[in-house]
């Protein structure tokens, strides 16, 4: 397997090194990094998207039959539908 090439370093000249250091300043901050999500949020976004499905599968089938569902019309599709969208919303911060 080849080898990266080595970036070389550009020299600063020493007659400008004291000027250019006052410009040039960087300071370094430390960022915390988040460790990996817990089980229990990836149930719940799991949980979140796959209630959301069988809300509107039920609402299809047996929508007429539930005297709730029927009373919601046809904002039991908001209801599905959010339920699925606050599940794949919870996945960007998914680690």
Do not use: C, E, H
């Not at 250091?21 to 979140?48: D, E, Q, W």
């Not at 998207?49 to 039991?76: A, Q, T």
């Not at 599905?80 to 599940?87: Q, V």
């Amino acid at each position: 397997m080849p080898k990266s090439k080595v970036r070389k370093k550009v020299a600063v000249s020493t007659a400008n090194s004291s000027a250019q250091a006052n410009t040039n300043s960087f300071t370094t901050t430390r960022v915390k990094v988040s460790g990996p999500s817990g089980p229990i949020y990836i149930g719940i976004m799991l949980g979140l998207m796959v209630l959301g499905l069988l809300w509107l599968v039920v609402f299809y089938l047996w929508g007429k039959d539930i005297p709730f569902m029927d009373s919601l019309g046809n904002w039991n599709f908001a209801v599905g539908f959010a339920l699925m969208i606050g599940g794949l919303l919870m996945t960007m911060r998914w680690r």
